[in-house]
Nanobody
Framework: QVQLVESGGALVQAGDSLRLSCLVS????????MGWFRQAPGKEREAVAA????????YYVDSVKGRFTVSRVNAESTVYLQMNNLKPEDTAVYCC?????????????????WGQGTQVTVSS
């Protein structure tokens, strides 16, 4: 059974940085394309970033370009999301997801496995 566990969420101030981690177990991590999604209260879940299995291609939603960086270490079965210059509008539950097909996609339907999420709160 594939399991994804996120960590690293916290309460921070605007302008601070955080690094989220997602550890994948029970599957072949190196074969998965990985994505980060977030859902703020009262809003739909949106794709934040994604990375292909070989890290050759990445995707970012426009609102985080230049501030967030997605990376992975296949030997550790872990994908990271480095978030810099955080803004109050980044406040959300962040979750990671794994896809066995496709590319570095922002399409939620492309993902087969999901984590429970970690809370990121950015105060102004």
């Amino acid at each position: 059974q594939v399991q994804l566990v996120e960590s690293g969420g916290a309460l921070v101030q605007a302008g601070d940085s955080l690094r989220l981690s997602c550890l994948v177990s029970g599957g072949a991590f190196s074969l998965y394309n990985m994505g980060w999604f977030r859902q703020a209260p009262g809003k739909e879940r949106e794709a934040v970033a994604a990375i292909t299995r070989d890290a050759a291609h990445v995707y970012y939603v426009d609102s985080v370009k230049g501030r967030f960086t997605v990376s992975r270490v296949n030997a550790e079965s872990t994908v990271y999301l480095q978030m810099n210059n955080l803004k109050p509008e980044d406040t959300a539950v962040y979750c990671c997801a794994a896809s066995v097909v496709g590319s570095a996609s922002g399409s939620q339907g492309s993902y087969n496995y999901w984590g429970q999420g970690t809370q990121v709160t950015v105060s102004s």
